[in-house]
């Protein structure tokens, strides 16, 4: 056998792209959407909200974290090309300062425009009628001024805490301090009001924004003083925390106190008014210790992210067309979920397959006399979740409950405290996980006892049991009953709530369990992938057809790329479908001449990793992502397809389908760029997950929406509930 090629020459900082800045170059492609005429007008303005929320969460983080590494004499950044740090904060600069100059633009140019044609419109306050003040000042007086606070600077009032990302307006008067300079205050714009304030007596859908009307009252505020100037500011802080596990006692407490201290939040981002003086900018500089290179001068409303409410507007011709998921077609039979799994493995697509299936599955068995135990990851629930209320329910029925809950989860810490409290209330087992790791594997385990045996059924997914994002993210499930695949569920959730930390496995193999076929990181995941691309390049020399096509949200793992690399080069072809951070090069010669790499953004956000390794043909799901994060800082899992039909359709159902998109999908260039694939002549244009729509109608079933199925299921008599689907359902007329 020819010996492998040394995946070390294909380990060299120069044939990566940097992290940060790959990041940077996806949310341009969100952008992208948001500026494209061919996308309805509604749909502009989601994406246009869409690409402010991410930028400010890569403010909060990554950006954070370049920053702190900076101050603490760190040069060069985490990230596989070894960038140095100044450069990458340079680049960041320049790349989002120009993205967000065509932000502005295309808002004030070209949405805005279009929506007044349709008397959609935010009103001047300028524009506002006599009558109409009259009105706002009512509204104003009995149901703002109320919660409003004015914060002035003084001798007796220091210079607020500035809340993260927060809207304020600051005032200058014409009054001046002690040291000859003029007096400045400041009024938080309540984020609990709506941004919009709707002119009720005109027709349409005409708008005054909530700061105007708070501008044009603030004398209600500030009583005697003489308001000079006033300007809309909002400041990005720091979310980038770390939790040193020597210093970690209750995991619960740190994370409440972490999430509650201020202290460390550095102001990492400031967007002012573009006509803010620069007196006042310059004491904004050295009050909040800001990074000169990311103060924004925004002409413009800031907190383009609340534009989000715009989209509710009643036009449904600006929108992407209505659809109803569709159930799987095997839950056609009125017959019990862990019935229809019995009879084998079943794959559900979402969201064009309704996460309904997900929500019955575990009310049942919150319900189920026969059923004895569940156990399930718990990284990102929804405020109203039909999932928590179901284990809340079976733990008062008395059932074993176990709840491994992520408290660590980005910017749903919160929530998950609040909730990891109440299932504790309930009689939950609650598991924190671990201080260092974060446990980000989707599995559930039901254990029910049929006759003399005790039966284990598993619900395992590349997406959190959050039935709101599950109608917006694409995501797929696997319900199985496979004894292996049992075996090891429960061996994993004893290794989460047992006395060894996850990481000592790793340090120590002899006491690793044996897994039978699931596939975990931080202990081994790293190490089977590499293992899985030199299966495939041995059987490629072998015998031809080497193929590596995966579908994934980023890849940046530098020992994965390097592997990737390595088949290019031994001539496996490389087809991946990435969403978003990509720091593999293609076309690289004698490198990565081989692979290819497109990026899907439409109107769900593509969220599912799959894996398959064509002429081994072995084919895996999971939680992970190529990623370095994911393959040493949190807890994962791979799940192996062996079901002939289940990877038939995974791999030239959903691979193949997204990988033909040329109406949404990006073609990566070998520098770096993405290039819209458009239909070649003659050929029909083919947007994957319309494609996928169409599929989940012709061989799925009509249902109710699940949030109107679980509105039923909690209201009806029945003890022993049959499952909402089939005959029952499909019956109902529904909205397509």
Same mark, same amino acid.
């Given at each position: ?58 403010? %909060? ?171 809309? &500011? ?223 059924? %598993? ?51 002899? &006491? ?68 978003? &951070? ?155």
């Amino acid at each position: 056998m020819e010996k492998l090629i040394e995946t070390s020459e294909y380990n060299r900082s120069e044939l990566f792209l940097n992290r940060e800045l790959s990041w940077v170059d996806f949310n341009a492609r969100v952008l992208e959407e948001a500026l494209s005429s061919s996308v309805p007008t509604l749909e502009q303005v989601k994406f246009l909200s869409i690409f402010s929320s991410n930028q400010d969460e890569f403010f %909060m983080v990554r950006v954070a974290g370049l920053l702190k590494m900076h101050r603490e004499g760190l040069s060069i950044c985490e990230s596989p090309d070894e960038l140095e740090i100044q450069k990458a904060l340079n680049l960041i600069q320049s790349k989002t300062a120009t993205l967000i100059e065509k932000q502005y633009k295309h808002l004030t140019q070209e949405i805005l425009p279009t929506l007044a044609k349709l008397n959609v419109r935010l009103v001047p306050w300028e524009e506002v009628l006599e009558d109409e003040r009259k009105a706002l000042t009512t509204y104003f007086m009995d149901n703002i001024l109320p919660i409003l606070t004015p914060l002035a600077v003084d001798e007796s009032h220091p210079f607020p805490f500035l809340n993260n990302l927060s809207l304020y307006l600051v005032l200058t008067f014409r009054e001046m301090d002690t040291l000859g300079k003029h007096r400045i205050g400041f009024v938080r714009v309540p984020a609990v009001l709506s941004r919009f304030v709707k002119l009720e007596s005109r027709s349409g859908h005409q708008f005054l924004l909530l700061e105007e009307l708070i501008i044009h009252h603030l004398d209600k505020l500030f009583l005697g003083a003489h308001v000079d100037t006033v300007h809309p &500011i909002r400041v990005t802080r720091s979310l980038d925390y770390s939790l040193l596990e020597n210093k970690v006692v209750d995991l619960l407490k740190t994370m409440e106190k972490e999430i509650l201290d201020t202290r460390n939040q550095q102001a990492v981002r400031l967007e002012v008014d573009e006509s803010l003086p620069l007196e006042v900018l310059d004491l904004f500089r050295s009050k909040l210790k800001i990074n000169g290179l990311f103060i924004y001068r925004l002409n413009g409303p800031l907190a383009l992210d609340q534009f989000m409410a715009l989209y509710s507007l009643p036009f449904p011709e600006l929108k992407d067309g209505h659809f109803n998921p569709r159930l799987p077609a095997r839950m056609s039979a009125d017959e019990s979920i862990f019935n229809i799994i019995t009879k084998g493995d079943m794959l559900v697509h979402h969201p064009y397959e309704s996460f309904y299936a997900v929500t019955e599955f575990i009310q049942a068995a919150a319900e189920d006399p026969n059923v004895l135990a569940i156990k399930q990851t718990l990284y990102r629930s929804a405020g109203d979740s039909p999932v928590i209320e179901s284990l809340i329910r079976a733990a008062e029925e008395g059932k074993q409950v176990t709840a491994v809950i992520e408290l660590k989860a980005r910017f749903d810490e919160k929530n998950n405290i609040v909730w990891a409290k109440r299932l504790e209330a309930a009689g939950v087992h609650v598991v924190y996980g671990f201080v260092g790791l974060k446990t980000h594997a989707k599995m559930a385990l039901v254990v029910r006892k049929e006759g003399a045996k005790m039966e284990r059924y %598993m619900h395992l997914s590349t997406g959190n049991y959050n039935a709101k994002t599950a109608k917006l993210y694409t995501d797929v499930s696997l319900f199985t009953k496979d004894k292996k695949i049992g075996e090891d569920v429960s061996t994993i959730f004893n290794m989460l709530t047992g006395f060894n930390h996850i990481t000592e496995y790793k340090n120590n193999p002899a &006491i690793l369990p044996k897994l039978n076929k699931l596939l975990i990181a931080p202990v081994q995941l790293r190490e089977k992938i590499v293992s899985l691309i030199s299966d495939e390049i041995i059987a490629h020399k072998q015998k031809g057809g080497g193929l590596i096509f995966a579908k994934m949200n980023a890849l940046a793992d530098r020992a994965i790329i390097a592997e990737l690399y390595r088949a290019s080069a031994a001539g496996v072809k490389v087809n991946l479908i990435v969403r978003g &951070i990509n720091c593999l090069k293609v076309g690289i010669p004698g490198v990565s001449e081989n692979i290819r790499v497109i990026s899907v953004i439409d109107r769900f956000l593509e969220h599912s990793r799959l894996y398959y390794f064509g002429a081994t043909d072995r084919a895996f799901i999971g939680s992970a992502d190529l990623m370095t994060r994911n393959m040493d800082m949190r807890i994962e899992l791979w799940f192996p397809v062996e079901d002939k039909s289940i990877k038939d359709r995974m791999v030239n159902e959903i691979l193949t389908t997204s990988w033909s998109d040329n109406v949404k999908a990006r073609e990566m260039q070998p520098d770096g760029n993405y290039i819209l694939r458009t239909p070649e002549p003659d050929s029909p244009a083919i947007r994957s997950q319309a494609l996928f729509i169409k599929i989940a109608r012709s061989g799925g079933i009509k249902s109710l929406p699940y949030e109107t199925a679980l509105r039923y299921n909690r209201t009806r008599k029945e003890k022993q509930r049959p499952v909402l689907i089939g005959e029952k359902v499909s019956k109902k007329k529904t909205k397509e």
